[in-house]
């Protein structure tokens, strides 16, 4: 069976601090990747979606990026924090193709990031 | 591009009572839907989806969503609340064939569950 990891579950930083969070699955293969953000009392927001190695597309600018160095892992990271980067942060995946947009995405845990 | 509205952010039905969770969708084409539920501190569970055939379609935890093609609606129900089901609750679509498959989501609702 499939399975979505990522880490820290929580984290506190002070603003201006670099920031790297991780998201990798397992029991598939090529799946599209995705990082969702969500904001106190506000819905998701799609940050970063990827269908591939090294293909990173961006949904909104911002203070962000992303990277996918290996088929199932995937990275968000900043390089100076701000205060409005806090928020709930949610990878995902899903199967590749238009028979996956069907099936619908899968949920890590999430991860609090607080900026102080 | 698609759009998911919510009606309600908030809801509080008592024990026992009916859930009705309202989603209205705007698409050109009928899109695949989907209803997930989120518990604190947690991730994103999917509860149901549509994507063809039978409009009715049954989930997990006795939930239900009813498409409604002439509405663009994709409502949730359940006939019996239980105190485990407070928790957020958000309506996505996606697009048949879009680019990575993208989920489009609701502003989400807030369930309370009254004893």
């Known amino acids: 069976s499939q399975t979505i990891h990522q880490w820290p579950a929580t984290l506190v930083q002070p603003v201006g601090s670099p920031l790297s969070l991780e998201c990798t699955v397992e029991g598939t293969s090529n799946p599209n990747l995705y990082w969702y953000r969500q904001a106190a009392g506000r819905g998701l927001q799609l940050l970063f979606y990827s269908v591939g190695i090294g293909q990173i597309s961006s949904e909104v600018p911002q203070n962000l990026s992303a990277s996918r160095p290996q088929d199932r892992q995937f990275i968000l990271s900043s390089k100076k924090l701000l205060l409005s980067d806090s928020g709930f942060y949610l990878c995902?995946?899903?199967?590749?193709?238009?028979?996956?947009?069907?099936?619908?995405?899968?949920f890590g845990q999430g991860t609090r990031l607080t900026v102080v | 591009a698609q759009s998911v509205t919510q009606l309600g952010s908030h809801v509080s039905v008592s024990e026992g009572a009916l859930v009705l969770l309202r989603c209205n969708y705007s698409?050109?084409?009928?899109?695949?839907l989907f209803w997930y539920v989120q518990y604190p501190n947690q991730g994103l569970q999917l509860l149901l989806k549509y994507t063809t055939g039978a409009t009715l379609v049954k989930g997990i935890n006795g939930f239900e969503a009813e498409f409604k093609k002439s509405e663009t609606s994709f409502h949730l129900t359940k006939p019996s609340a239980h105190m485990s089901d407070a928790a957020e609750y958000f309506c996505a679509v996606s697009m048949i064939k879009a680019a990575g498959n993208k989920l489009t989501f609701g502003g989400g609702t807030r369930v309370l569950v009254k004893p």
């Open positions: 698409s050109s084409v009928p899109p695949y």
């Open positions: 995902a995946w899903s199967s590749r193709g238009w028979t996956g947009g069907g099936i619908g995405a899968f």
